[in-house]
T-cell receptor, first 113, second 112 residues
Framework: DGGITQSPKYLFRKEGQNVTLSCEQN?????MYWYRQDPGQGLRLIYY???????QKGDIAEGYSVSREKKESFPLTVTSAQKNPTAFYLC????????????FGPGTRLTVT | KNQVEQSPQSLIILEGKNCTLQ??????????LRWYKQDTGRGPVSLTI?????NTKSNGRYTATLDADTKQSSLHITASQLSDSASYIC???????????FGAGTRLTVKP
């Protein structure tokens, strides 16, 4: 998983609760990404950050929030506003922008009931 | 409509056999195309990357092809092994690489 860790691997929450997923990398990469993976669909970009203290919305940012206070860390908060939060969440990083391979973490499976 | 379409959706083959997975895309302007292998419950791992000028690239038993004119790519796996059982995802990037489009993947099962 190339120096990217995500925790926990499995997470269970009750509907209406916010939950934060952790993503840490020790690759000294500038850019970090959050994706959501659902069965039968390609990965969809939630948020990405090209540099510390900066982040941009992806295709499906509604109901999610992020922060990038440190280069190594890019936590994702799934808020109660997210209508269908149960999914597999993947974090990735690249050295910068422009043609680099993405290194993915092992993922977090979130189940909201 | 997804800009990256993969086929088949799933595939079952016997150990030792070869197989070919397909990826058609409409992403433009094209920058590069990657094939990833994703084991169940894990993050994807890159197998190959192909740029506009490359037609074929191999990585061990994996060989990727790219036809930029028809916007098609294939991933050929030779002499399959049980450990090849995974999802194979095609990812096409536009010029800035922050516009990456993911296919839904092909689920390959290799049986003994």
């Amino acid at each position: 998983d190339g120096g990217i860790t995500q925790s926990p691997k499995y997470l269970f929450r009750k509907e209406g609760q916010n939950v934060t997923l952790s993503c840490e990398q020790n690759l000294n990469h500038d850019a970090m990404y959050w994706y959501r993976q659902d069965p039968g669909q390609g990965l969809r970009l939630i948020y990405y950050s090209q540099i510390v203290n900066d982040f941009q919305k992806g295709d499906i940012a509604e109901g999610y929030s992020v922060s990038r206070e440190k280069k190594e860390s890019f936590p994702l908060t799934v808020t109660s506003a997210q209508k269908n939060p149960t999914a597999f969440y993947l974090c990735a990083s690249t050295p910068g922008v422009g043609g680099y391979e993405q290194y993915f973490g092992p993922g977090t499976r979130l189940t909201v009931t | 409509k997804n800009q990256v379409e993969q086929s088949p959706q799933s595939l079952i083959i016997l150990e030792g056999k070869n197989c070919t997975l397909q990826c058609n895309y409409t992403v433009s302007p094209f920058s590069n195309l990657r094939w990833y292998k994703q084991d169940t419950g894990r993050g994807p791992v890159s197998l190959t990357i192909m740029t506009f000028s490359e037609n074929t690239k191999s990585n061990g038993r994996y060989t990727a092809t790219l036809d930029a004119d028809t916007k098609q790519s294939s991933l050929h796996i030779t002499a399959s092994q049980l450990s090849d059982s995974a999802s194979y995802i095609c990812v096409v990037s536009a010029n800035n690489n922050n516009d990456m489009r993911f296919g839904a993947g092909t689920r390959l099962t290799v049986k003994p």
